[in-house]
Nanobody, 126 residues
Framework: QVQLVESGGGLVQAGGSLRLSCTAS????????MGWFRQAPGKEREFVAA????????YHADSVKGRFTISRDNAKNTVYLQMNSLKPEDTAVYYC???????????????????WGQGTQVTVSS
C-alpha cells in the first residue's frame, strides 16, 4: 500500500491557475501508474488525467484537455496536475490515486486504482 497526500488546492478566480501536488510514501513510487479524479457536490467521482509509471504517456479527459496537464517526478515521489484557464465548473475535491503497474499502462477508471489520497478542495469563482 502507498500513502498519498495532495496539496495545492484553494480558491481562484475563473481564468486563473493552480498546481496540485500528490506526494507518495511507503512503496517505490516508480512502480505506480497515477491518476487524478475529482468530485463535485452531488456528483459522481470523475476522471481527470492519468500518467504511466515512467511518465512517458498521459491521458486527459476531454473536459480538461488543453487546460490541465498531468506530470510526475519519480525522484520526488510526486505527481502534479497543472490547471490553467480554470472555470467555475472545475470546482470540486481533487483526488490522486495510485495503481501498482508492470505493464506500462495508464488507467482512467476509478475502480482501476487501489490507493487514494484524502483530497484537496479547488474552488473557482466566477
Amino acid at each position: 500500500q502507498v500513502q498519498l497526500v495532495e496539496s495545492g488546492g484553494g480558491l481562484v478566480q475563473a481564468g486563473g491557475s493552480l498546481r496540485l501536488s500528490c506526494t507518495a510514501s511507503g512503496r517505490p513510487f516508480s512502480v505506480y501508474a497515477m491518476g487524478w479524479f475529482r468530485q463535485a457536490p452531488g456528483k459522481e467521482r470523475e476522471f481527470v488525467a492519468a500518467i504511466t509509471r515512467d511518465g512517458s504517456r498521459t491521458y486527459h479527459a476531454d473536459s480538461v484537455k488543453g487546460r490541465f496537464t498531468i506530470s510526475r517526478d519519480n525522484a520526488k515521489n510526486t505527481v502534479y496536475l497543472q490547471m490553467n484557464s480554470l472555470k467555475p465548473e472545475d470546482t470540486a475535491v481533487y483526488y490522486c490515486a495510485a495503481r501498482m503497474d508492470f505493464s506500462g499502462a495508464y488507467y482512467y477508471g476509478a475502480r482501476d486504482y487501489h490507493d487514494w489520497g484524502q483530497g484537496t478542495q479547488v474552488t473557482v469563482s466566477s
